[in-house]
């Protein structure tokens, strides 16, 4: 018996190492092959690789089938993309999208870019917030512009990296209120973080998620989502549309899938995914998160991913950033 568990311990310890995680069915069923594994280019702990792990616990006794969650770093994503483009076409393995896997191919352009993938569903929209210290004297977003107008040259705002959705949303918002103001990008949220809190930065934008620790704690103040409508978990938060400027970002969660994928394979995971979206111990995980449920099967989740990666183009040309 403990040669049987040293073994079993070994073999957690060598999954862990190698970056992937398994999460197993209750029962053998009717999906095609016994394992999937979710490939994404995020760290683990890190908001692609949370919400595969989640999606995954909750999907496998309703796929019927086992799960693992494997982390390939390198290139911006673009090496985790081409490891899945070159994958088996049985339904087994696919990535996790979000608008990096864009963004990456547009800057970058790797030798397999986001098209060289297939969408298959859109399953979350992940809201992106503009927030300041709470001790500032900026109570509402048109405070922070009225601010940047009458002064001149004084305004910073914080951001993340020059390529990232973030720094898109700041920009689009600066253009939308019609100021010029310094945005400083960063490589992550925590050193964007600190230039809020000790005021060198008026505003900086992020995630709930990233931001929960510091709101819990009363350091900082939200001023606006930048979604479409008002988040569910915070119906008190105005857009920036409702405060007069018009940007919305669309920062999605998804999966995508070697070309090549049969669409009753991708009709499964469409009738999966619906069903694991109302299951109230999942709602309450992604409710947390204020991730706002957004499900698009294959059809519509190629459309989604095109017009994204159109507007993407788009908003990097204004930026200097492509020809």
């Not at 929960?212 to 900082?220: N, S």
């Not at 070697?258 to 999966?272: H, L």
Request: charged content about 20%; aromatic content about 6%.
């Amino acid at each position: 018996m403990n040669h049987i568990l040293s073994l079993k311990t070994a073999l957690a310890i060598c999954l862990a190492c190698a970056g992937l995680t398994s999460v197993q069915a209750q029962t053998a069923g009717p999906y095609p092959v016994p394992r999937v594994t979710l490939v994404t280019h995020s760290s683990p702990g890190g908001g692609t690789d949370v919400f595969l792990r989640e999606l995954s616990k909750y999907m496998a006794p309703i796929m019927k089938t086992n799960f693992a969650v494997e982390n390939i770093r390198g290139g911006s994503g673009a090496k985790a993309v081409a490891h899945v483009a070159k994958g088996p076409t049985d339904g087994s393995m696919f990535y996790g999208t979000t608008p990096t896997y864009i963004q990456t191919t547009l800057l970058s352009k790797p030798a397999v870019g986001y098209d060289g993938l297939d969408p298959m569903l859109i399953v979350f929209i992940d809201p992106e917030v503009i927030f300041t210290r709470s001790d500032s004297p900026f109570k509402t977003l048109q405070d922070v512009m009225a601010h940047a107008k009458a002064n001149p040259g004084k305004s910073r705002w914080g951001a993340s990296n020059p390529a990232s959705l973030e720094r898109i949303g700041m920009e689009k918002l600066a253009r939308a209120a019609g100021v010029k103001v310094p945005i400083v990008s960063h490589e992550g949220g925590g050193d964007q973080m600190i230039g809020v809190l000790n005021g060198t930065y008026d505003i900086g934008i992020g995630e709930i998620q990233e931001l929960q620790g510091q709101l819990e704690a009363g350091k900082v103040r939200l001023l606006a989502t930048l979604s479409e409508k008002r988040l569910a978990g915070l119906p008190q938060l105005p857009t920036a549309k409702e405060q007069g400027y018009d940007v919305v970002i669309r920062k999605f969660r998804g999966l995508a899938s070697p070309k090549g994928v049969p669409d009753s394979i991708a009709k499964a995971w469409e009738d999966g995914a619906r069903k694991v979206l109302e299951l109230p111990a999942y709602k309450t995980e992604y409710t947390k998160d204020h991730l706002t449920p957004m499900l698009l099967g294959r059809e519509a989740a190629r459309k989604f991913i095109q017009d994204v990666a159109q507007e993407t183009a788009q908003d990097f040309k204004e930026m200097g950033l492509l020809k």
